[in-house]
């Protein structure tokens, strides 16, 4: 609505500010960190912005009311990343003498390989990267040991298993905990190309034990697909994810060969278009270091216009949240047309027909969709 224009734009530069400078925080007035502390957790960046004033000893440098949303999202956060340590080493209690590859994803990755993305990041749960034959054995393993497979209709478990890239997760029945076991990083029925043999063998073991994690491009590359071929129609996609990408780039971009090395390894996956939107984005938001050369490359793999001005005032609207008192209905039209498109991304057409007039004929019968919640929390941060 535009009498809620310019509200929404300070908004998004207050937020995008905080992030890129936390050092200039303690110059913003109670009044901006009211609306910072809303715009950050609907983002879910409470903690990041806790953790990086922490880390600079400027926490007390804020309003108190402020400082105190921030260490409770520390404390929720702390919580979660206990569980998730411990729900990993039950993992590897249960699948104990199981041959089968493991290799972490996403949040409990960064947490367990100590990089940057796990400041102050919350997460919900496990995810592992497996190969695809081991599944049923992983399975039956975690259900024989205490997980239970989360009750589904015939169609949602047919689903998962004949389309996408994962099973259907498993939850431990005691601690409510989840894990959900990927055996591609995209959908199996993707428009994109998702043969995962390419990332098991270049997988980096995490400490002497059995765990792996991606390697450093692919890491990237996987958090790329995670943002931009997924899409959310309350949420958008995820500030948080691009974040992590930003803090992948500026670690990674340290080692020798990672920048020579990543749009090759991104042609090579068929990921080429997410490289291209990420390092937009992340220059654009965060002021991401990338080198000229890589600009100019990836550049070139940019989509024609007028498809390129399209998509970039879409992830514009979709990346960046509302002011919380004047919601945008062209950002919540941006929001559901990059849902719209992800599900283009996901299946064949026919199928995709197939699927929305299975999804329609649900809400037509009044079945709702389930709200999980033990999930609560995460949002609550």
């Known amino acids: 609505m535009a009498s809620g224009a310019e509200p929404t734009q ?3 530069s207050l937020l995008l500010a905080a992030l890129r400078d936390p050092g200039g925080l303690p110059a913003r007035s109670a009044k901006e960190w009211e609306l910072l502390v809303r715009l950050a957790r609907s983002v879910r960046l409470l903690g990041r ?3 990086d004033l922490a880390r600079m000893g400027l926490l ?12 409770a999202a520390r404390h929720v956060i702390e919580h979660r990343n206990r569980l998730v340590a411990w729900e990993i080493d039950r993992i590897l209690w249960a699948l104990k003498g199981c041959a089968t590859p493991l290799i972490l994803l996403k949040g409990s990755a960064y947490l367990l390989a100590g990089l ?3 400041r102050g990041r919350i997460f919900a749960d496990v995810d ?8 049923g054995e992983i399975e039956s393993r975690l259900i024989g040991r205490g997980w239970f497979q989360l009750k589904l209709d015939p169609y949602d478990d047919r689903y998962y298993r004949l389309l996408m890239h994962e099973v259907p997760p498993l939850r431990h ?7 959900d076991i990927h055996h591609r990083i995209l959908p199996r029925s993707s428009r994109l190309p998702s043969e995962p043999a390419p990332l098991f063998a270049a997988a980096r073991p995490l400490g002497a034990g059995r765990l792996h994690v991606l390697a450093p491009i692919d890491m990237v590359l996987h958090s790329l697909v995670h943002l931009f071929l997924e899409g959310d129609p309350q949420e958008g996609l995820r500030l948080r994810d691009l974040l992590d990408t930003h803090d992948l780039l ?12 990543l749009l090759p390894r991104a042609r090579l996956l068929g990921l080429e278009r997410p490289l291209y939107y990420g390092l937009c984005f992340a220059r654009r938001f965060f002021a991401t270091p990338v080198p000229p050369e890589v600009v100019r490359a990836v550049e070139a793999v940019a989509p024609p216009q007028p498809l390129g001005g399209l998509m970039d005032y879409l992830f514009g609207f979709a990346l960046l949240p509302d002011h919380p008192d004047y919601p945008s209905r062209r950002a919540a039209v941006a929001r559901w047309l990059i849902y719209v498109r992800a599900h283009w991304f996901r299946m064949p057409a026919a199928t995709l027909a197939g699927h929305l007039a299975y999804k329609a004929s649900l809400r037509l019968r009044g079945v709702r969709k389930r709200v999980d919640l033990t999930r609560l929390d995460l949002r609550q941060q």
């Open 10 to 12: 300070k908004a998004r």
């Open 49 to 51: 912005l806790e953790a």
């Open 60 to 71: 007390g440098a804020i309003p108190r009311p402020a400082a105190d949303h921030l260490t």
């Open 116 to 118: 940057p993305p796990a």
């Open 128 to 135: 592992l990267l497996v190969p695809e034959a081991g599944i």
């Open 173 to 179: 029945r005691e601690r409510g905990t989840e894990i």
């Open 250 to 261: 500026c670690h990674f971009g340290a080692v020798p060969g990672f920048w020579d090395g």
